[in-house]
């Protein structure tokens, strides 16, 4: 442990004297500095240390990411943890923490990105005596053996011209921020912040993402373990996914996809030409079935995807659903029926099955609502070289 990571001993009691606020942020600081994350850090940027006597970088990183978690959005809001030296101990002024953030270059990335991975692996191995993490569930609590990463892309709006900030799809302006969760815990692995007009579905955004969410997971876990790999339709890229099946046939690891696929003129001929005994009941959370709702596969109706390089194996579904009241239909739907597509390279498996497994992605857009309010634009610690870009911009943030 290193000593910079000493924080003041904390005594809990009901006497009402000593009391302090945040609180429980300090578990927070205490979890990063008990999984060696702290330490991790430091190691990786002593260089930036001016002085012996001087705040350690790595401590400055983990405090910012504490008061973002705890609701600040400024550098500035360092103070709140600052002016509680008997719960946090000695806390780097606002200069000292923009000097971390602006020291931590690309070349000091990999290294930030190995020491998380580090006290990843140090955390997931106490999960409980066999190391087992928990198991990702669909319909009916059925349970889906290994590890489900989830992709998904978010817009973070600026007030003001901020370094980066393009315009949004969506006529706004700011970031178009590219994510990966790990479902089984909740957690965060990587995450990449782009401009607002960041294409949706850029392939080269995707691997890099991948690549750093997989390399996030413990050795332990990511190779021999079952590993899907969901999106929505901005994932239903020849080049993703392409990289995505290198990894199994190239690099060995157990990993499947799940992505959406997009509706395509030759999607809606081949659902139109579905007889009807092709459909089959879609099920509910909870395994009953879903009212009006069914799913078929398309893949042998298709033309030959393999023949139009998509990876071999692949097979497309499609859920026909009753747009719910009140519901505008598009272009893509037919005969009152709302449909979705998804691609994947599952071999095996009930329809039903599969289509509920591939939705119960959205749970990803919850985690991500979660994260923005507890500051998460992006995070601290996940992309340092990222967070002191656009911390140059919010310096004058209210």
């Known amino acids: 442990m290193h000593r910079s990571a000493l924080r003041p001993v904390v005594t809990v009691s009901g006497d009402g004297s000593g009391v302090v606020s945040h609180a429980g942020s300090r ?5 990063a500095d ?9 190691d990786v940027l002593a260089g930036l240390r001016q002085r012996r006597g001087g705040h350690d970088p790595g401590r400055v990183l ?6 973002l978690a705890g ?6 809001d360092l103070s709140v943890l600052r002016n509680q030296p008997d719960l946090f101990g000695a806390v780097g002024s606002t200069a000292t923490a923009w000097r971390v953030l602006d020291g931590v270059k690309d070349q000091l990335l990999s290294g930030v990105r190995d020491a998380r991975a580090a006290a990843r692996e140090r955390i997931w191995l106490q999960a409980d005596d066999s190391g087992r993490l928990p198991l990702s569930t669909t319909a009916g609590g ?10 998904d892309a978010t817009l973070t709006e600026c007030h003001s011209d901020k370094q980066g900030a393009a315009p949004t799809f969506k006529g706004g302006f700011g970031y178009h921020t590219l994510t990966a969760w790990c479902d089984n815990t909740g957690e965060s692995l990587a995450a990449m912040l782009r ?16 690549d750093r969410a997989l390399a996030q997971i413990p050795d332990a876990h990511r190779y021999g373990t079952p590993i899907l790999v969901c999106a929505d339709g901005a994932g239903a890229t020849k080049a993703w996914l392409a990289h995505l099946r290198d990894q199994r046939d190239q690099h060995g690891l157990d990993l499947r996809f799940s992505v959406g696929f997009t509706m395509t003129g030759a999607v809606q001929t081949a ?16 395994g009953n079935v879903r009212d009006g709702a069914h799913v078929a596969e398309l893949t042998g109706i298709l033309p030959d995807l393999a023949a139009a390089s998509w ?5 497309v579904l499609v859920r026909r659903e009753r747009p719910h009241p009140g519901a505008q239909l598009s272009f893509t739907d037919h005969d009152g029926w709302r449909f979705q597509a998804f691609a994947t390279d599952t071999p095996t498996g009930r329809l039903a099955h599969l289509e509920a497994r591939h939705r119960a992605h959205a749970r990803v857009e919850d985690r991500i609502r979660c994260a923005k309010t507890t500051g998460r634009e992006p995070p601290a610690l996940q992309a340092a070289g990222d967070q002191h870009r656009l911390g140059r911009a919010r310096r004058r943030r209210l």
Do not use: Y
């Open 311 to 315: 990876p071999a194996g692949m097979r």
């Open 271 to 286: 659902i139109l030409a579905l007889p009807e005994q092709a459909w089959t009941p879609a099920v509910e959370a909870d």
């Open 195 to 210: 401009p607002g007009n960041a294409g949706a579905s850029t392939a080269a955004d995707h691997i890099t993402v991948t």
């Open 34 to 42: 008990r999984s060696g994350l702290t330490g991790g850090l430091a």
């Open 142 to 151: 059925r349970v889906w053996p290994g590890i489900r990463v989830q992709l």
């Open 71 to 76: 609701g600040g959005t400024t550098i500035t």
């Open 27 to 31: 578990l927070l600081a205490d979890l």
């Open 62 to 67: 983990v405090d910012l990411a504490v008061l």
